[in-house]
């Protein structure tokens, strides 16, 4: 989720895969999380070892991660996502409409260019 940024590794030997997650922003509880669990994104925010929440927070603002989360492709994309299932019914009669539109338009532009 948006606003919860890894703020540290776990280095003691029985957690060897997990990450210190601090979500200032969205009310994420800091704590431990595997790895596995995570999906991490490009952003990357300097900060130093240890940080507590009310610097991560700061950084996090300084920084304007929200910013750049918002002009990546991975959040246009997860909007799109959202904004087509959250269509009704006939909002998703009129897509299927306009995409047979342009199938329509596309096919008779190859049959034209082959033909020329």
Known sequence: MLG???ADRATHESQPLQAILDGPTTGVPRGLYHYNDLLLTPIVMKLPRGARSKKVRKEFEAQKVVEKWEGSSWAKRRAAKTARQNLGDFA???VMVLQKRRRNLVRK????????
């Open 4 to 6: 919860d940024f890894l």
């Open 92 to 94: 998703r009669f009129e």
């Open 109 to 116: 532009a190859v049959s034209k260019a082959k033909a020329a």
